[in-house]
């Protein structure tokens, strides 16, 4: 199985600055289609998890642009431009090129 | 709107059976792969199972295969988790997601539903 190793595992971010996750795969997650299957997600409290990112770089339908993703390979990361407070939760790496799925371990964050 | 809907979680004794379901609306089901997702109390995120897009194809984790059977019911626009052998390690919040791509093969998921508990006790 594929191993997602998040960092951090916690995050305590002011409002309006920037915070960043990485997020490291035991395999390259680039397929023979030329795609790479990275995905992020985040679960806010109490809510399911949502798709924010896919394949890496996109936003998904509605994501903020506050949100960013990028890598290649085995090493990955998300960016917030400017957190607010809308953001708290878990954010999850997943790989999707081969089964089982995997994620990571997630990365909490909170507002100071 | 695509939506989906989970049912049929409960209090189970362990080695019992429960059965999943998770009723799609906004899209039809049957151009998707589809997959279950568990979330063990204050825990992450675990990949349980996924169906094709065509139904072919069923997948499942070490951990329940053997023991749990993904089927989907196109005519009811329904996907289902039967559950059997059930134990402690198994009480989860468990949700269903659909694949982001209309392609049979594409398991990564984008809409998930609000997840069913099962409690094995």
């Known amino acids: 199985d594929i191993v997602m190793a998040q960092t951090p595992l916690s995050l305590s971010v002011t409002p309006g600055q920037p915070a960043s996750i990485s997020c490291k795969s035991s395999q390259s997650l680039l397929y023979s289609d030329g795609k790479t299957y990275l995905f992020w997600y985040l679960q806010k409290p109490g809510q399911p998890p949502q798709l924010l990112i896919y394949e890496v770089s996109n936003r998904f339908s509605g994501v903020p642009d506050r949100f960013s993703g990028s890598g290649s390979g085995t090493d990955f990361t998300l960016k917030i431009s400017r957190v607010e407070a809308e953001d708290v939760g878990v954010y999850y790496c997943?790989?999707?090129?081969?089964?089982?799925?995997?994620f990571g371990q997630g990365t909490k964050v909170e507002i100071k | 709107e695509v939506q989906l809907l989970e049912s049929g979680g409960g209090l189970v004794q362990p080695g019992g059976s429960l059965r999943l379901s998770c009723a799609a609306s906004g899209f039809t089901l049957s151009s998707y792969a589809m997959t279950w997702v568990r979330q063990a109390p204050g825990k992450g995120l675990e990949w349980v199972s996924s169906i094709s897009g065509s139904g072919a194809g069923t997948y499942y984790a070490d951990s329940v295969r053997g023991r749990f059977t993904i089927s989907r019911d196109s005519s009811k626009n329904t996907l289902s988790l039967q559950m059997n052998s059930l134990s402690a390690e198994d009480t989860a919040l468990y949700y269903c997601?659909?694949?982001?791509?209309?392609?049979?093969?594409?398991?990564?998921?984008?809409?998930w539903g609000q997840g069913t508990t099962v409690t094995v006790s």
């Open positions: 997601a659909k694949g982001l791509a209309a392609r049979p093969y594409y398991f990564a998921m984008d809409v």
């Open positions: 997943m790989q999707s090129i081969q089964l089982p799925q995997t």
